[in-house]
């Protein structure tokens, strides 16, 4: 898989959100941000059912 780096411009107060998320789920900015970025097409979809499992979500939001 190719790898590439992109720029976001975040608020400090995204920032802020994005650093407490991590901090929760003990994983970097780019694994939280890869992580939600897969969650997108199932909320979409509408057959999303979220439910927070936080050690669940760490291991699948692992960067491979």
Request: glycine residues 4%.
């Amino acid at each position: 898989m190719t790898k590439r780096v992109i720029s976001v411009r975040l608020s400090d107060e995204r920032i802020k959100q994005l650093d407490e998320v991590c901090s929760r789920l003990g994983m970097n900015r780019s694994q939280v941000i890869n992580a939600a970025l897969r969650l997108v097409p199932e909320v979409m979809s509408g057959k999303a059912e979220l439910h927070y499992d936080p050690e669940r979500f760490k291991r699948s939001g692992q960067i491979e």
